[in-house]
């Protein structure tokens, strides 16, 4: 049974560039959160998606988006990269119904240059 | 808002001894889970253990276990017979039970070291 897989494992980008992120739930599980975690810091929510729509937001700008489709998978994406989105991103699965375990990918380190 | 608080940002430790991991937390709500998060240097974030607010028997995992104070608002982790590789970042983290489709909100995490 293949955990939460995300990729690229790592990535390195230029100021003003977009980038996009992957996320292959666990098998099962069909919402998927993404967290942003700053070097030294705990992760922190920037959203969730099920049944392919946006379900809940943190306190992140609009750059950031998300999709998901109907395989469970998700994407990430960040518009006009700041230096200070550099961070590693997590992916998250969990099933929507009852448990509230949320099971984490290995991240992707993304570094902004 | 729900906060997490860790207060000690490292602690180190013998091989074999038993140490305990200090979290606070604040919420005005009454149905919540607590979650204990391990994140070794491979960066993958691994589920240690969990407290259901409306229990009120602490949960155990083999050598974990946890102490919920739930008046006070405390959630510590208490690590028995360490062992080398429990050496990670050990996060404490918070879930409004209002189904599955909450967030988690963490702590800033401790760093733990065991030592041969």
């Known amino acids: 049974d293949a955990g939460v897989t995300q990729s690229p494992t790592h990535l390195i980008k230029t100021r003003g560039q977009q980038v996009t992120l992957r996320c292959s739930p666990k098998?099962?599980?069909?919402?998927v959160s993404w967290y942003q975690q700053a070097l030294g810091q705990g992760p922190q929510f920037i959203f969730q998606y099920y049944e392919e729509e946006e379900r809940q937001r943190g306190n992140f700008p609009d750059r950031f988006s998300g999709h998901q489709f109907p395989n469970y998978s998700s994407e990430l994406n960040v518009n006009a990269l700041l230096l200070g989105d550099s961070a590693l991103y997590l992916c998250?699965?969990?099933?929507?119904?009852?448990?509230?375990?949320?099971?984490f990918g290995p991240g992707t380190r993304l570094t902004v240059t | 808002a729900q906060t997490v608080t860790q207060s000690q940002p490292e602690m180190s430790v013998q091989e074999a001894e038993t140490v305990t991991l200090s979290c606070t937390y604040d919420?005005?709500?009454?149905?919540?889970?607590l979650f204990w998060y391990k994140q070794p240097p491979s960066r993958q974030m691994i589920l240690v253990i969990r407290?259901?607010?409306?229990?009120?028997q602490n949960a155990t995992e083999n050598r974990f276990s946890v102490n919920f104070q739930k008046a006070a608002k405390s959630f510590s982790l208490k690590i028995s017979d360490s062992q080398l590789g429990d050496t990670a970042m050990y996060f404490c983290a918070f879930m409004l039970g209002q189904g599955g489709s909450e967030k988690l909100v963490f702590g800033k995490g401790m760093k733990l070291t065991v030592n041969p």
């Open positions: 407290q259901e607010a409306y229990k009120q």
């Open positions: 098998s099962g599980h069909d919402t």
């Open positions: 919420t005005s709500e009454s149905n919540y889970y």
């Open positions: 998250a699965s969990s099933p929507s119904w009852g448990a509230y375990e949320q099971y």
